[in-house]
């Protein structure tokens, strides 16, 4: 939540300190903007969008603002002249707008169409895996037609035909990574190879990834399967992370014992 405020003659701006503090307004807003504006416009452009600052003139390296504040509780409209320096330390905090972050935050829905919860806990262990391959098919093409087939997987009823607005996009490629980053805090021997290795793999290493899991998780009894694609996913890549840990232990012994 933004909130700027004025007392004492001193404008003060309290600005939100993370993805997840912003308000569902606020978020599309951002969105809106990262469609637009290059990473080094951004910050100013949102901090213009947040607190509601207009800019009325510029005189060599003065700026004259006019902004929305709270004075005594009551809403006031308030000019201020400001360097561009200090203009640039008021929205310095928003230096997080650079990176996705580590706690997923999405738009509640796309198209018309509610999007599960943000960190897809509820999300079947089977969607998840399509959610992943597409995602790593985005990362090798660049095409937005996957990020409308991850739409299709993460906003069910969307289709996967259906066209994204480029806000819409951003807010696919951002809670993507988000989910990326926060999985790899929850299920670190999963996912313990991923700074390590490239992350574009191909089609077909993707495939095998995801049958190895599937396979891990089966015991390899084929009539499993179905249950297992139909698990909470957060309960499914927990046991995966499990076996994960079981197979560093066993290959950190035998390489002790090799090494006697």
């Known amino acids: 939540m933004t909130l700027v405020t004025f007392s004492d003659g001193q404008l003060s701006v309290e600005l939100p300190k993370g993805w997840h503090e912003l308000s569902q307004p606020e978020l599309l807003a951002v969105y809106r903007l990262m469609a637009v504006f290059s990473a080094e416009e951004l910050p100013f ?94 990362l090798q093409s660049r095409k937005p037609q996957s990020l409308c087939a991850m739409a299709a997987v993460l906003y069910p009823g969307f289709g996967r035909d259906w066209e994204l607005q480029p806000w819409e996009e951003v807010n696919m490629i951002n809670w993507a990574a988000q989910i990326k980053a926060m999985f790899a805090i929850q299920f670190p021997h999963l996912f313990r190879q991923a700074d390590d290795e490239d992350d574009t793999p191909s089609a077909m290493s993707m495939g095998e990834v995801m049958n190895n899991e599937i396979r891990a998780l089966t015991g390899g009894d084929i009539s499993k399967e179905d249950m297992v694609l139909s698990t909470d996913c957060w309960r499914a890549l927990t046991e995966l992370d499990y076996k994960a840990k079981e197979a560093e232990d066993f290959n950190k012994e035998m390489a002790k014992y090799k090494n006697k």
């Open 45 to 138: 452009e949102v901090f213009r969008e947040l607190t509601g600052m207009e800019l009325v003139r510029i005189n060599g390296d003065k700026y004259f603002v006019r902004v929305q504040a709270l004075e005594n509780d009551c809403k006031v409209r308030l000019f201020a002249e400001v360097t561009a320096m200090q203009l640039a330390s008021c929205y310095e905090p928003l230096a997080w707008l650079s990176d996705p972050g580590k706690i997923p935050v999405r738009l509640d829905s796309v198209g018309g169409v509610n999007g599960v919860r943000a960190d897809l806990h509820g999300l079947k262990f089977g969607a998840f895996l399509q959610f992943e391959n597409l995602y790593q098919g985005f």
